[in-house]
């Protein structure tokens, strides 16, 4: 089983920029789909981007295109989510997740990482 943890989360004016990023250990991230997520208190997780193994495929939520980039670095087994424009709507914990189903559905992913707290001020 491959375990996720996430980083670069943080407090960003409106209009600024993150990088966050999601590392794995246990086992290599570049055998799965990648996804990131995002969820506020009271509403369910909701689907931001994900990034296929081969990263020849990317998709994003209508709500973020444009503005948020999924990448992946396959020698450093991570993949990195980032964060332009940001809007005060935008304020989440972000989570990542590796599955092997090509899917914006968070019931699609089997391993979770812990979350990482990002908040847009206006």
């Known amino acids: 089983q491959v375990q996720l943890v996430e980083s670069g989360g943080g407090l960003v004016q409106a209009g600024g920029s993150l990088r966050l990023s999601c590392a794995a250990s246990?086992?290599?991230?570049?055998?799965?789909?990648v996804g990131w997520f995002r969820q506020v208190p009271g509403k369910e997780r909701e689907f931001v981007a994900h990034?296929?193994?081969?990263?020849?495929?990317?998709d994003y939520a209508d709500s973020v295109k444009g503005r948020l980039t999924i990448s992946r670095d396959h020698a450093k087994n991570t993949v990195s989510l980032q964060m332009n424009s940001l809007k005060s709507e935008d304020t989440a914990v972000y989570y990542c997740?590796?599955?092997?189903?090509?899917?914006?559905?968070?019931?699609?992913?089997?391993?979770w990482g812990q979350g990482t707290q990002v908040t847009v001020s206006s």
């Open positions: 246990g086992r290599s991230l570049n055998r799965y789909h």
């Open positions: 990034i296929s193994a081969s990263s020849f495929s990317t």
């Open positions: 997740a590796a599955g092997n189903a090509w899917s914006r559905s968070s019931l699609s992913y089997d391993a």
